[in-house]
Every structure is written in C-alpha cells, then in structure tokens.
C-alpha cells in the first residue's frame, strides 16, 4: 500500500484546510464592490480588510514549526481551524471597516498554522517520489473552494447579504475539528527548541511597517514623511534581524537553508510572481462590476473557469516536472502567465463574455501550473529535517508576496484612477495589467538560476 492510500484521511483534511480559505479569499475578492458600499468606503480602500488577513499570515506563519514541535501537529491544527471559525463568524457581525479588518486579523492568526503545518506534515507522511502527486491532490480538492466561491459569493452578495460569505466558513471548521481528531498524526518534539522570540519581533515588525508604508501611498494627501518612517525603520528591522539570526541556534527562520539553489530561487522567484499576479482577480472583480456595470453573479462566473483552469493543472503538473524539470518548466511557463496576464488589457465593456472566460481558464491553468511547481521546488534538494523549517519560510515569503501584491495593484489601479469616475476603471485596469505583467516576467530571469533541467523520476508521474 502506497504512502497515499495510508494517509488518505490526513489528505482529505489538509484540503479542507485548503477548501476553507481559498473559498475564503475568491468569495472576498467578488463581494469587495458590496461591502465597500455596506461598510460606505471606496472599493480599492478596502485593500486593507484583504491585506491584513494576509499580513497576520506572513507575521504569525513563522511560529508554527516551533508550535509544532511544542504542542504537536494534531493540537496545533485543531486550534488553528477553530480560531479561523470564529474569525470567520466575526466578520460576518463587523458593522464597520476597522471591526472587519480586526475580524480578519482573527482569521489570520488561525489561518496562519493551516498551510504551513499541512505542507510540513504531509512532507513526513507521504514518500517524497509521491509528493507532488498527493499536493497535487490536495491542492485539486482545495481549488473546490475557488470554484465554489466566485458563484457562492455572487449569489450570496445579489440575492441575500454578504455577511453570508464568511458565515459559510463556521460549519466547514466544525467538520474540520472533527476530521483533526481522527485523521491528523501528532508529530512532535520530546523536547522543543528555544522559541526566537526577538527574531519573531523584528521580523514582524519589519513586515508590518513595510506594508504600512505601502498602504500610505493610496493615502490622499501622500503622507511622505510617515512613509519614509515607516520604510526606514522597516528596513533596519529587517536588516538588524539577518544580522542577529546568524548567532542565533534556532531562529524565526533560517537564512542559511538560503544557501541551498532551489530554496533561495523558489523564495525569490515566487516574490516575483505573486507581485505580479496576487492582484489580478480583485481588480477583474473591480473591472467587470465598477467599470462594465456586470452584476456580482456574473462576475463570480468569470472566476469559475480560472479555478477549473487550476485544478486542470495540478492533473498535469507531475509529467509536466517529468518530461520539461523544474528549471525549463518555470523558465517557459512564468512568460506564459506574464503573456496572458498582459492579455487581459485587450478587454472592454463590449468583450464577449466566451473570451473572457476563455482567458481566464487558460490564465488558471498556466497559474495553476506556476504555483504547484514553485511550491514544491523548495523542497527538491532539501534533507527530511528541514521540511518544517522550509514549510514555514515558504508559506511566510508566499504570503508576505501576497499582501504587497494586492496594494501594488489596487495602488497602482488608484493611481492610474486619479479620482475619476467610475468610467476610468477599464482604463485604469488596462494599464494597470501591463504593468504587473512586466513584473511578472521580471521572475522569468530569477527561475534561470536553477541547475539545467533536473528532471523527476519517473515514478512521480505514475498513474
């Protein structure tokens, strides 16, 4: 019996995991119109209810591996799933923006250990020639949510309230924690490492005042001396933070594993990619709604096909690695979604609605293709006992990567709006998907530093 079919039950929860906050994030991007309008802010001012989830992520993910090896997984992670339930229910009771995004800060913090400690038990459970498979199959069942969200949310948003979107979360986490009971292996340390508390300080608050210059330029007036504070100050936090962690014997995240090619590539080529993409389908939410006048319902279709676009992707990822490797794979494929990325400025008001769904199919599935093979590539040449640490530093630069990419965008878009109506936002988008295709492309030359072609075994792609 293959390492797979052991663990089935422990596959089946991680992409509940998985289910529960892609759903959480492709509903959120189709009722951003909505609840601008409920909660009376403009829809780009509510990049911040999107970046703070984002944000605690990436602050809180670098704690995990050492909860894990405190607490164990199995406890950890029933946790984690019941503090995302009651975030959830929170921001389905927020009356205003500030109780939303503390709401979101809630959900963050549970969300924070799902990705990380999933990725790092499955790394121990499953046999590393079957592990892009079973991720593969996770991811597949997780992307459910991205297909059911867009529909749930339009649906939700036109027909009853948006509060819905996050309330459907609380009966998934119920399921959940039950699941964890039963299904979930409790790996842990007889004795834990010291907890780096004062790297985890400086490198939260290194994040955190980075991101909070960023969201200051959508600021009018552009507060330049808080931003120049705020980017100074980050910048010596993280800077005082490299230079510590070297004496350091456990910390937050360990900057040596960067010696490794495949980790330091994986971490820096992702950045790349998710600033230029992380946006993309909040503003095609913002595009197709604000400035061609479509209905949340129809909207939340469009999203349908680049959800199924992804889940066509991970079928294929696994002889994809095979046949091209790692290198030649996101050398070809990172142009491929900066090309189609940049497509997206050839749409309008009067765009038939089978060309736009045709896009953002194939934008799904080359996407798709991009994510699985960067999130699998970091642990390539890596020995079993870095998987914790390597889980943790690659869901924390995914995440951080995220949250400046949605204010990129939304900056960007707001910038290009210059204060006009509505009717610039098809404008505004177009220019704004150029410019993020560029630098998309930009992690093109990033991917180039992988060793020549090293494909999988062939057993990977098996079945």
């Avoid at 027909?159 to 459907?168: E, G, H």
Wanted: aromatic share 10%.
């Amino acid at each position: 019996m293959s390492s797979r079919d052991r663990y089935r039950g422990l596959l089946w929860l991680v992409a509940a995991a998985f289910f529960m906050q892609s759903l959480d994030s492709t509903v959120v991007n189709t009722a951003v119109p909505a609840m601008s309008e409920a909660l009376k802010v403009a829809p780009l001012g509510m990049r911040t209810a999107l970046t703070s989830y984002v944000l605690t992520l990436a602050i809180l993910i670098p704690a995990s591996p050492w909860l894990c090896d405190r607490l164990g997984t199995r406890r950890v992670f029933g946790i984690a799933i019941i503090v995302f339930g009651v975030g959830s229910l929170l921001c389905g009771l927020s009356q205003t923006l500030p109780q939303l995004v503390a709401a979101r800060v809630i959900q963050g913090v549970g969300g924070a250990s799902l990705m990380p400690v999933g990725r790092y038990v499955l790394v121990r459970s499953i046999e590393k020639r079957e592990f892009v498979r079973a991720m593969s199959t996770v991811a597949t069942f997780g992307l459910l949510g991205s297909v059911l969200g867009p529909l749930l949310g339009g649906a939700l948003v036109e027909f009853t309230s948006w509060r819905l979107i996050f309330l459907i979360n609380v009966p998934v986490a119920i399921a959940g924690v039950w699941m964890n009971k039963r299904d979930m292996p409790d790996y842990r340390l007889a004795q834990a490492n010291r907890f780096d508390l004062l790297g985890f300080v400086l490198f939260a608050g290194a994040s955190a005042l980075l991101l909070t210059a960023s969201e200051q330029a959508g600021v009018t007036p552009v507060p330049w001396a808080r931003i120049g504070t705020c980017s100074v100050l980050g910048v010596a936090l993280a800077l005082i933070y490299v230079w510590r962690s070297r004496s350091v014997a456990f910390p937050v995240a360990d900057l040596t594993l960067l010696r490794v090619r495949s980790v330091w590539v994986a971490l820096a080529g992702g950045l790349f990619t998710r600033l230029g993409i992380s946006g993309m389908f909040l503003l095609l939410m913002l595009f197709l709604q604000v400035g061609c006048g479509w209905s949340p319902v129809m909207a939340g279709l469009m999203m349908v096909p680049q959800a199924l676009g992804s889940i066509s992707a991970k079928w294929v990822i696994s002889r994809a690695l095979v046949h091209f490797g790692y290198r030649r794979l996101l050398l070809g494929n990172t142009l491929a979604v900066a090309l189609l990325l940049a497509a997206f400025a050839l749409l309008g008001p009067t765009s038939p609605v089978w060309l736009i769904a045709s896009l953002t199919f194939l934008y799904g599935a080359f996407s798709g293709l991009q994510y699985t093979a960067m999130n699998t590539l970091i642990y390539n040449d890596l020995d079993i006992k870095h998987a914790s640490m390597a889980s943790s530093m690659a869901s924390t630069a995914q995440y951080l990567a995220m949250s400046f990419g949605i204010a990129l965008s939304t900056l960007l878009m707001e910038a290009l709006l210059q204060g006009h109506a509505h009717d610039d936002y098809v404008t505004a988008f177009r220019w704004t998907v150029l410019l993020l295709a560029a630098i998309t492309a930009i992690a093109s030359r990033v991917f180039s530093h992988l060793r020549h072609d090293r494909p999988l075994p062939v057993a990977t792609a098996a079945e």
